[in-house]
């Protein structure tokens, strides 16, 4: 039994799956974070499995660049988890409801 | 082998990049004391960047096509890089004795705030789908900051948590959904997809891919189901900060929905154009009927602001049933509308921070009396929120009769039934618009007013300048027409029409 391209993708969707229900599901503000990286990185295996069978290198460029990205994104949602701990002890995103409307 | 690189076409970007780090810098080595120097270089910075634009506008070379066409200085980007860098002018002006009178950093403030425009100007030119990403990333990542840049306000915290959260998950929708169209086409630049995806429309996996590119847009142009974050972002963000999300960053949503949609799937028409139906109708009307029963002024310009998104979906919805023609108009319609919302909405914005210093609340029934006290203000509040509303002869209703004049033009029975959907909601805007211009000048003054000194004092010069420069171009442009409409002309190449 070989494993085609098709194996690769069905796992990205599976990850995308996964991360979309954690993100909707979880209410911890550091793991619906993990659970977007998830998301991002099932990309990444759609576009590296995908350009592999193009036999086409865009798709791994394209990797580096989410993979930069997503760094960046780490960088910034951190901060603004670690600014909300400070003002409030907590990561639970239910406490933070002060507006409605 | 050294790319080609065309200098004068890339000195918009270079100005703005050498203005945010040497801002940066500044704030860095200043005394704090002084710090008001980084705002001078951040407005002088914007400025510059503004004349290459100019001399790229006059010249005669015409497209300049860079780096294996993925950047692209065509009148299309000429047009809405003005209009960024013009946003940009305004709210920085804005800012200026906002940030002023709070405690915290202001460096970072202005160099945040500079990083986002430079990413709506690269965007304006970008024409492959990983430097539209980068560029969509560049407007928003700041702007998850600035959001919470309030870092000791629990309201502050929130906004910034809220719109990083669905913000990032819009960005893996749009990834995915581009990771999906490389898949199909084996191409990333739009005239690429175009070329290969021609036969494809049909299929399922196409299909999603564009379904989720659109979610993912929706995101950042806030339009219904994905509005969720509009509303508690804007009201805990720094006002100034929330006028920049409702025009530049709602600008550059729409920017980048226009170059993808038409100019990568020009022959997915079928597809995009009922998805856009339903986000326009379901935009304006939801919106609309939840504005009506705001009672904070930012919160209410939140969802007229995303009623708005749907106004400026509706010409989309109109490409999918009509010709090359009509292509052009509708693409015309939407450009057309989004320069005129940036400046009336600005304007609004610049009236709510100015009017929120004098009542000190944001509550819209504190603002009674507001014309009695501060009539000039009161005025222009007047103009701004008509001119949302859409009524002549200020600039909103050209910005109106451009977007109905795309929908009768397709003339099949969907679209004229979403322009009488757009017409039963203009209806509905005018009830909430005119309720804050009555509050205004015709409720009495509250007793938990601020006392004669707060009311009567004048407006910080920067953000008077700012309100001034918003009215004029509402007037005038309602007058003439045709100073916006030469420009949304100008960029229908990009459709074809």
């Known amino acids: 039994m070989t494993v085609t391209v098709d194996w690769y993708l069905i796992l990205a969707a599976v990850l995308f799956v996964i991360g979309a229900a954690g993100l909707l599901v979880r209410r911890n503000a550091i793991v619906m974070f993990m659970s977007i990286e998830l998301m991002l990185n099932a990309v990444n295996l759609t576009f590296v499995s995908v350009g592999r069978e193009l036999r086409d290198l865009t798709g791994q460029f394209a990797v580096f660049f989410v993979l930069v990205v997503a760094a960046a994104e780490v960088v910034v949602g951190l901060a603004i988890i670690v600014s909300i701990f400070r003002t409030r002890a907590t990561a639970s995103v239910d406490e933070l409801s002060e507006m409605k409307g | 082998m050294a790319p080609d690189i065309d200098y004068l076409a890339l000195a918009p970007e270079i100005t703005l990049a050498v203005t945010a780090v040497v801002v940066l810098l500044l704030d860095l080595f200043l005394p704090r004391r002084q710090k008001y120097w980084t705002a001078i270089v951040a407005v002088l910075g914007v400025s510059f960047a503004a004349l290459p634009l100019i001399a790229l506008a006059v010249s005669d070379v015409g497209d300049r096509a860079m780096l294996g066409g993925s950047f692209v200085v065509d009148d299309f980007a000429l047009v809405l890089k003005g209009l960024f860098v013009i946003a940009g002018y305004l709210v920085l ?16 403030y202005y160099f945040l705030l500079l990083m986002s425009i430079l990413g709506s100007m690269v965007l304006a030119s970008s024409r492959d789908l990983i430097t539209l990403f980068i560029a969509v990333e560049l407007v928003s990542q700041p702007m998850y900051l600035l959001a919470g840049w309030r870092k000791g306000d629990l309201r502050s915290n929130e906004a910034s948590l809220k719109y990083f959260l669905l913000g990032v998950l819009a960005s893996a929708l749009l990834l995915y959904g581009m990771s999906f169209v490389y898949g ?128 400026m979906l509706v010409p989309f919805a109109a490409a999918a049933t009509t010709d090359a023609v009509g292509l052009g108009e509708a693409f ?59 009524i002549p002869p200020l600039a909103g ?101």
């Open chain 2, 397 to 497: 209703w050209i910005a109106k009769l451009v977007m109905f004049g795309a929908a009768m033009g397709a003339g099949s029975p969907w679209m004229i039934a979403l322009a009488v959907i757009a017409a039963i909601n203009a209806v509905i805007a005018l009830v909430y618009y005119a309720r804050v211009v009555k509050t205004i000048w015709m409720d009495p003054v509250p007793a938990t007013a601020p006392e004669e000194e707060v009311r009567t004092a004048s407006v910080a010069g920067s953000l008077g300048l700012a309100i001034g420069l918003s009215a004029a171009v509402v007037v005038v442009a309602g007058f003439f027409p045709s100073l916006v409409t030469f420009f949304s002309d100008a960029t229908k190449v990009l459709a074809g029409g």
């Open chain 2, 93 to 108: 002006l804005m800012s200026v004795g906002y940030v002023e009178s709070d405690r915290y950093y202001q460096g970072e």
């Open chain 2, 184 to 311: 199909l086409t084996g191409e990333l630049t739009f005239a690429g997809i175009a070329a290969e995806g021609a036969g494809k429309a049909g299929e399922p996996a196409f299909i999603m891919a564009i379904l989720f590119i659109i979610a993912g847009f929706g995101f950042k142009v806030s339009a219904v189901p994905f509005h969720f974050w509009a509303p508690d972002t804007y009201e805990g963000a720094p006002t100034p900060v929330a006028a920049y999300l409702s025009v530049s960053s709602k600008a550059a949503g729409f920017v980048a929905l226009l170059v993808v949609l038409y100019s990568a799937f020009p022959d997915a028409s079928g597809v995009w154009g009922p998805a856009v139906w339903i986000l326009a109708a379901l935009s304006m009307t939801l919106a609309n009927l939840t504005a009506l029963r705001q009672t904070n002024i930012v919160r209410l310009l939140a969802y007229s602001s995303v009623a708005q998104a749907g106004f």
């Open chain 2, 332 to 390: 015309a319609a939407t450009v057309t509308y989004i320069v005129i919302y940036a400046f009336m909405n600005l304007g609004a914005f610049a009236v709510v921070i100015a009017g929120a210093r004098k009542t000190g609340t944001g509550d819209i029934e504190g603002w009674g009396g507001l014309g009695s006290y501060a009539p000039a203000l009161g005025a222009l509040a007047a103009v701004f929120f008509f001119s949302l509303a859409g």
